[in-house]
């Protein structure tokens, strides 16, 4: 009977805790565009030439609807890249469509000229979670933290 006592006091205290959790951290967006502009982040990145490391910029423009279309640009810091055409680089360019969904922070990205797509999540206005993968010859799998870029 003791122990049924003592059930209800962590029950307060975990809706207490819960109450004054950090609130930093979006889980929905009833305006989407509060996401366009320009994110940045260091990474590590996997793909048929070996492991890289680079610096990718992602530029994105949101509408009120859940569109996005950008663009995805990365440099290599180290490591090997290429291209859509499979040549070797030391930069590049990838156009980029994708769909919003406002009740989770869940978008995806469609690279235009090859066949990789981006998984990623809104943390808050200033912080993304993004997976990119590439399936195919030209093998591409990475994770990266992205942080907003003052304007």
Excluded at 75 to 91: I, K, M, P
Aim: with cysteine.
């Amino acid at each position: 009977m003791k122990a049924k006592y003592m059930l209800v006091p962590a029950a307060v205290l975990a809706c207490l805790l819960a109450s004054c959790a950090d609130k930093s951290t979006v889980t929905s967006f009833s305006d989407p565009t509060v996401l366009s502009g320009t994110w940045a982040a260091n990474s590590t990145t996997l793909n048929s030439r070996g492991s890289n490391e680079t610096e990718k910029i992602l530029m994105l423009e949101f509408t009120e609807q859940g569109t996005i279309t950008g663009t995805a640009n990365w440099s290599l810091r180290a490591g090997e890249g290429g291209d859509h055409l499979d040549t070797e680089v030391n930069a590049d360019t990838e156009y980029l469509i994708g769909s919003f969904n406002q009740h989770d922070g869940v978008f995806f990205l469609a690279e235009t000229e090859e066949n990789g797509f981006w998984q990623c999540r809104a943390i808050t206005k200033d912080l993304l979670h993004c997976h990119k993968v590439q399936p195919g010859p030209k093998y591409v799998s990475t994770f990266v933290i992205f942080e907003r870029k003052p304007r």
